[in-house]
């Protein structure tokens, strides 16, 4: 299949484990951050948000965490299944602006 | 559910030739985004447009030009294609600034 990077960091974890992606973040200008999910060949696709008046947002089957002391988003995958093996990356979007920055992602991997 | 379409999932053509990528989004978005995907650099924006017949360098502008005629069409046309211009080519919207960006599927563009 077609990467979407090569040389990413890889998160191996065993099916029905708990995954946690980690993203930091560079500006404290930042207010509102996005997950997304992509996988081989296909665009990215929306996850989860979270805006800075919040420290926790929970999804199906997905939380994500805000530390705005640290600069640091994560994400949480609840029992995760083959179908979650993707590069996930963050956005984040500063303040009375038009742009989101994005990382350049983790692969997820999930073993059997 | 926000779809964004892309009229060419792959793509291969002759440099020097010029080239459309066309995005159609059915949820009545203001904003349109145009990036390219490249191994090991992540998401980089070349255009984007807040409204009909508008439009702003992204950060990679050089070789590119848009036109977005209609607020659900947005079009990405490269006047003379080069080699280093092969790319992974997204589309997104979103509905206002500070909103969630919403991803097409991709063009896998291939210039010989």
């Known amino acids: 299949g077609e990467s979407v990077g090569l040389h990413l960091p890889t998160l191996s974890v065993q099916e029905g484990d708990n995954s946690i992606i980690n993203c930091a973040y560079s500006?404290?200008?930042?207010?509102?951050f996005i997950w997304y999910k992509q996988e081989s060949g296909k665009g990215p696709q929306f996850i989860i948000d979270?805006?800075?008046?919040?420290d926790k947002r929970q999804g199906q089957r997905v939380t994500v965490l805000l530390n705005k002391t640290v600069k640091h988003l994560s994400l949480q995958i609840a029992a995760t299944q083959p179908g979650d093996s993707a590069v996930y990356f963050c956005?984040?979007?500063?303040?009375?602006?038009?742009?989101?920055?994005f990382g350049t992602g983790t692969r997820l991997q999930v073993f059997p | 559910d926000v779809k964004v379409t892309q009229s060419s999932r792959y793509l291969v053509k002759r440099t020097g030739e010029k080239v459309f990528l066309e995005c159609v989004q059915d949820?009545?978005?203001?904003?349109m985004f145009w990036y390219r995907q490249d191994p090991g650099l992540g998401l980089r924006l070349i255009y984007f447009?807040?409204?009909?017949?508008?439009?702003e360098k992204g950060d990679i502008p050089e070789g590119y030009s848009v036109s977005r005629e209609k607020k659900e069409r947005f079009s990405l046309i490269l006047e003379s294609a080069s080699t280093n211009q092969t790319s992974m080519y997204l589309c997104?919207?979103?509905?206002?600034?500070?909103?969630?960006?919403?991803f097409g599927p991709g063009t896998r563009l291939t210039v010989l």
């Open positions: 997104a919207s979103s509905r206002d600034n500070q909103d969630t960006q919403y």
């Open positions: 500006n404290s200008a930042s207010d509102y």
């Open positions: 979270i805006r800075s008046n919040m």
């Open positions: 956005a984040e979007n500063r303040r009375n602006t038009d742009k989101l920055i």
């Open positions: 949820m009545d978005h203001e904003n």
């Open positions: 447009s807040y409204d009909v017949k508008m439009k």
